[in-house]
């Protein structure tokens, strides 16, 4: 399975990326657009982060997006994810989640626990909502293991602080990202959720999100 890693730590961008339908390649570090490959030629320097830096990051973001399952569209039960939804919701994770949960939604020791294959992130949507909207204090359980400090860190932080666009982007790709497969999270969700637990002002436990009333099924 082809993977790619994105930040800007460590060199973590490629730094060049070729597109072969136009034999140019993007140097994502210095911001220009070069030449035929045999030759090196540069051309212009736009001196900094542009058009062909982004066109280049959602180009192999997206194809990665694709070698992660099995069409260009993740498969959630009926639904069908655009792959846009996807790219977009991968570029937000890697910048905001990646740093504790790591880019491939495994964990990282004394961060944060694992999100691929977790029940927290494909169970229950107001569930997820609620612990990323205001964060969570304490041991959680994530597939029949109790993760505690110092496996990870004592409190994960709020995210209070994303618009509901980007959390819902957020949260349909680790929904269905890593070989998780659940319903998407629309901004409307996100907002609602936000809404009805406005006057909270501190960190979910565990026993308190599992004590929610679950969201009803659309047939309910």
């Known amino acids: 399975m082809m993977r790619h890693s994105f930040g800007f730590v ?4 490629p730094r060049q990326i070729y597109f072969p339908g136009n034999a140019h390649y993007c140097d994502c570090t210095q911001g ?3 030449g035929n490959g045999r030759t090196g030629k540069t051309s212009g320097n736009a001196g900094g ?3 062909w830096q982004r066109e280049a990051i959602t180009r192999v973001l997206a194809l990665q997006i694709k070698n992660e399952t099995t069409k260009a569209d993740s498969l959630s039960a009926n639904e069908v ?3 846009e939804r996807m790219v977009a919701g991968r570029q937000l994770f ?6 504790c949960h790591g880019s491939n939604g495994e964990g990282m020791k004394n961060f944060a626990p694992p999100l691929a294959g977790s029940e927290w992130v494909t169970g229950d949507k107001k569930r997820l909502i609620l612990l990323v909207l205001h964060g969570l204090e304490g041991p ?3 597939n029949g293991h109790l993760y505690d400090k110092p496996e990870i860190l004592p409190v994960m932080p709020s995210f209070t602080i994303l618009d509901d666009k980007d959390l819902a982007e957020i949260l349909t790709y680790i929904r269905n990202a890593w070989g998780n497969t659940s319903e998407s999270v629309s901004p409307g969700d996100v907002g609602h ?3 009805t ?7 979910w436990t565990e026993k308190e999100l599992l004590n929610i009333q679950p969201t009803p099924e659309p047939n309910e």
């Open 32 to 34: 220009r657009k070069t």
């Open 193 to 195: 959720t936000r809404h």
């Open 94 to 99: 890697l910048n905001t989640c990646s740093g």
């Open 49 to 51: 982060w542009g058009a």
């Open 197 to 203: 637990s406005q006057g909270r002002v501190i960190p």
């Open 10 to 13: 460590e060199g973590l961008f």
């Open 81 to 83: 994810i655009p792959v």
């Open 140 to 142: 959680l359980t994530v």
